[in-house]
Each structure stands twice: as structure tokens, then as C-alpha cells.
């Protein structure tokens, strides 16, 4: 019973996040258009910001964090968080905000969402059964789509109704929601092995992935999707704008759809696993709806622009689908002492994909057009799952049948 209130207080503090944070997605960048007047070199130094904090403290992090609690250092991340944007909103009230001040409350919070990240990850196995993990990082992702879905829609409409920098205080009071959901978990968490800070202990987490077959197929899996989902997401606003020739609005609800299925995947994850299994799934899932993004190229107007639909929804869904339970996997296997530095190698070498991703979808589109882009993009993420269709995973039905670390 105080297991399940636990996670159902771990989750409903994500929820409240998630929102708060697609909000802020829309009133972050406007903030720095309609504020500041930022040129777009500037918002791509924001961008950048935003991002770069997994190439740079992504390894130390996972040291960091296996050496203590993380349930308070969740907290404390969280608080941080809802501190940085509120020095942002209280400094373009009173008319100081510069955009100097933006950059580094952008770097705060890069750095401080990479720590929560890895920190959550092997947190969570202290509030859920080992076997019932997917079925928690299905509810997280479930609520994460969600957001999605209403979040950016409700952005734009706070933005309107009470300026730019003022709508960035909801996120902030959703960061102030989930330090108060942490702080109410009963769960007492085992405190780590004391442990001798020394040189190359951030290597023992990428050491620990490349030695695992499955892990390092599926990092290598994951950071070449990652790569090319960021290369597509680079051209896709003007693939299907100014390609195809589909309006703003239309496009808009393209992606709408994208999030719905994501939502819809995440709430079947769980159910999936069980009938496919929870190790086949993992490499199943990427397997058979990543070639869908070979029908992106041929979308036209009228009724092939179903093709992109179809593209994004199945294929997106598969993705997450193959995210839930390849992270349930890692968080069965690794042993918990070790747990923080392998997310950290995993974070870094997934996430670290996405600047670099976004660089080559923007150089592509220029050298040899959007369109052949897009089919490029496609073709690679149909390889992609190579790794994981040849992987010890295809071997087996269920990851209780892979030897299990503890």
C-alpha cells in the first residue's frame, strides 16, 4: 500500500512538471523574441544552452549522484528550477531582464534537468517493484505525452493572456508541485555504499555499457535514432510547410497527432510487454514500425498526406514504446550501485546525438534538398534497429531469462 501511494505521489509530481515544462517550451523562446527582441543567432545559442549540459556534466553526474540519496537531490533540483524562472519573470517585470541573464538561467536549468534525469531514473526502483517497472515508466511517459498534447496549446494561450515571462511562473509552480510530491514519498531509501571519490569512476559506467551486449546495442540503437529524429526535426516545419506546401495550422495538428500516439503507446507499453514479452519487445517495438519513416518523402497534398501521419504516429509510437522498455531493462539488470553512472553513459551518449543531429539535418537540406533529406533519414532509421534485432534480446522471450545483476 505505501509503495503504491509512493509512486502515485512520484507520478503525479511528474505530471504536474511535464505540463509546466511544455509550457514553458513555448514561453521560454518567446520570452527571448518578444522580451528581448533576440535575433535568431541568439535563440540558437538558447537552444544550444538548453542541450549542451548532457555532452558536459552528463558523466559526472551519474558519479555524483551514486554516492548519495537522490530522492533529495530531486528535490533540490526541482528547486532550483522553479528559483531560476522566477528570477526570470521578476526580472522582466521589473524591466532588467537581459539576455545574458536568459542564457545563464538557461544553462541552470540544462544542468539541473540532466541531474533530475539521471537522478529519476534510478530513483524510481526505490518505489516500484522490480516487475512492475515498466508499468511505471509507461505511467511516466503517459503523462510526459500528455503534456505534450495540451501543454504548448495552453503556452501560447498563458503567453497571450499574461505575457511572455509571466507564463514561465507556471512551470515554475510545477516544479514547486513535484518538490512537495518528493517530500511526501514514506519509502526509505537504502543509502549507497560509501565509495572512495577517485580518478575513472565515471569511466566505470561507459565501461559497464560497453561491456553488456544488450546495453551497448541498445545505446547504439538509441543514439542513431536520436541523431536522425533530430535531423528530421530540424526540417520538418519547412518539409512540410514550404515542401509540401500544407499550412501552419495544418502542419501544427500533425504533430498534435504525433503526441495523441505517443500517449496511446505509452498507456500500451505495459500490455505489449507482457503479450510480446519484455525482452522481444524491446527490439520488436523499433524493428517493425521504424520503416515507416521511408513514406515521409512521398508525402503530398491530399491523401498521401497520410503517409506523414502515418509516419510519425506508428513509427513515433514504436519509438516509445522501445524507450519504456529498454529503460525498464536497464533499471532490472544494473546493480544499484553502479545504476547512476550507467544512466549517466546513457544520457550522454543518447542525448549528446541531438546538437550534432541538428547540424546534420540543416547541412543535408542544404546540400542535397529537403526532400532527399527526409528519405536519407528514413533509410537510417530503418537500420537503426539492427543492433538490438542481433543482440542476445532476439534470443530470448522475457528479461527474467537474461542473467540479472543485482
Not at 511562473?169 to 549507497?192: G, H, I, N, T, Y
Not at 509510437?317 to 532490472?332: C, D, H
Not at 547541412?363 to 530503418?382: C, F, N, Q, S
Request: charged share 15%.
Amino acid at each position: 500500500m505505501t509503495r503504491r501511494r509512493d509512486f502515485r505521489l512520484v507520478t503525479a509530481g511528474q505530471a504536474v512538471t511535464q505540463f509546466g515544462t511544455d509550457i514553458t517550451a513555448v514561453a521560454f523562446p518567446l520570452t527571448a523574441v518578444l522580451v528581448l527582441r533576440a535575433t535568431p543567432f541568439q535563440l540558437g545559442l538558447l537552444v544550444a544552452a538548453q542541450t549542451s549540459a548532457f555532452l558536459v556534466v552528463g558523466l559526472p553526474a551519474g558519479v555524483w549522484l551514486d554516492r548519495r540519496r537522490r530522492r533529495p537531490v530531486l528535490i533540490g533540483a526541482d528547486l532550483v528550477r522553479a528559483l531560476a524562472l522566477i528570477v526570470v519573470t521578476a526580472a522582466a517585470g521589473a524591466g532588467t531582464l537581459t539576455f545574458g541573464l536568459l542564457f545563464v538561467v538557461a544553462l541552470v536549468m540544462s544542468v539541473m534537468r540532466v541531474v533530475f534525469e539521471i537522478g529519476y531514473q534510478t530513483y524510481l526502483p526505490s518505489v516500484v517493484d522490480g516487475a512492475d517497472l515498466v508499468r511505471g515508466n509507461s505511467a511516466v511517459e503517459a503523462v510526459r505525452a500528455g503534456g505534450q498534447i495540451a501543454g504548448p496549446g495552453v503556452g501560447g494561450w498563458l503567453v497571450q493572456l499574461a505575457g511572455a515571462a509571466n507564463a514561465l511562473l507556471a512551470d515554475a509552480v510545477s516544479f514547486l508541485v513535484s518538490a512537495f510530491c518528493l517530500w511526501r514519498v514514506a519509502a526509505e531509501e537504502e543509502k549507497p555504499a560509501a565509495t572512495t571519490a577517485r580518478r575513472g569512476m565515471a569511466r566505470e559506467g561507459v565501461r559497464f555499457v560497453l561491456a553488456d551486449p544488450v546495453l551497448r546495442a541498445i545505446a547504439a540503437t538509441s543514439a542513431l535514432s536520436n541523431l536522425l529524429f533530430t535531423a528530421a526535426s530540424a526540417l520538418n516545419v519547412l518539409f512540410l510547410v514550404d515542401t509540401v506546401g500544407l499550412s501552419a495550422g495544418t502542419a501544427g495538428l500533425m504533430f498534435s497527432a504525433a503526441a495523441a500516439a505517443g500517449l496511446v503507446a505509452a498507456v500500451a507499453a505495459t500490455r505489449l510487454a507482457r503479450w510480446a514479452g519484455s525482452a522481444r519487445i524491446i527490439w520488436l517495438s523499433v524493428a517493425v514500425t521504424s520503416p515507416l519513416n521511408l513514406l515521409i518523402p512521398f508525402t503530398e497534398p491530399g491523401w498521401r498526406i497520410a503517409f506523414f501521419v502515418l509516419a510519425v504516429t506508428v513509427g513515433g509510437g514504436g519509438q516509445l514504446v522501445y524507450a519504456i522498455t529498454q529503460l525498464s531493462y536497464r533499471q532490472a539488470v544494473v546493480p544499484r550501485a553502479i545504476l547512476g553512472r550507467v544512466n549517466a553513459t546513457m544520457r550522454f551518449l543518447v542525448m549528446g546525438a541531438l546538437p550534432v543531429g541538428g547540424l546534420l539535418g540543416g547541412t543535408l537540406g542544404g546540400l542535397i534538398g529537403v526532400r532527399p533529406t527526409m528519405l536519407v533519414i528514413g533509410a537510417g532509421l530503418t537500420l537503426a534497429p539492427i543492433f538490438v534485432v542481433l543482440s542476445p534480446l532476439r534470443r530470448v522471450r522475457d528479461v527474467s531469462e537474461l542473467v540479472v545483476r543485482t
